[in-house]
């Protein structure tokens, strides 16, 4: 599993994910509240070894749609993307499998940091149809050769 299907898998497994969330999709996420989705906007080679060892970053950008026609409700899915944003931070040491020049080289998660979850866009210009937020996720893993 790449580092995009991992982190998918990761996000599925967030014990409130069934509370908000009816999918997550790769590069889309529905106007419709209880739609995820998740955007990978970039991966680097942060440091490499003598050996070929590698230490990599992808980006990610989680966009969630919540209902959020008061206070109440926006302020339930500040809470969740808060809870969500701590719980990520200790979901390392997953496998990964990364192809890198045609070759597939294992590896795992080493740190994941998650950030700035605000609101991103009301998607159908009406708070009745849902709020579209958006969390920064940062996922650091190694690969080796």
């Known amino acids: 599993m790449n580092i995009i299907e991992k982190m998918r898998e990761i996000l599925q497994s967030f014990p409130k994910i069934s509370q908000v969330c009816n999918e997550i999709h790769i590069d889309f996420a529905d106007p419709e509240p209880t ?6 906007i970039g ?3 942060i ?4 050996l ?5 970053q992808h980006n990610f950008m989680l966009y969630a749609t919540y209902s959020g026609i008061n206070d109440y409700e926006r302020m339930a899915n500040s809470g969740v993307l808060l809870e969500l944003t701590h719980w990520l931070h200790n979901q390392i040491g997953a496998e990964i499998i990364s192809t890198i020049d045609a070759v597939e080289r294992r590896g795992e998660i080493t ?3 998650a950030n700035n979850a605000m609101l991103y866009q ?3 210009e009406n708070t009745a149809d849902g709020l579209q ?3 920064s996720i940062q996922v650091q893993y190694s ?3």
């Not at 739609?35 to 990978?40: C, F, I, V």
């Not at 440091?47 to 003598?50: A, L, P, R, T, V």
């Not at 070929?52 to 990599?56: L, P, V």
């Open 35 to 40: 739609s995820y989705g998740l955007d990978p």
């Open 122 to 124: 009301i998607p159908q």
């Open 111 to 113: 740190k994941i940091t």
């Open 133 to 135: 937020y958006q969390l």
């Open 47 to 50: 440091s490499e070894d003598i």
């Open 52 to 56: 070929g060892n590698q230490k990599r």
């Open 43 to 45: 991966d680097e080679l």
């Open 143 to 145: 690969v080796e050769m």
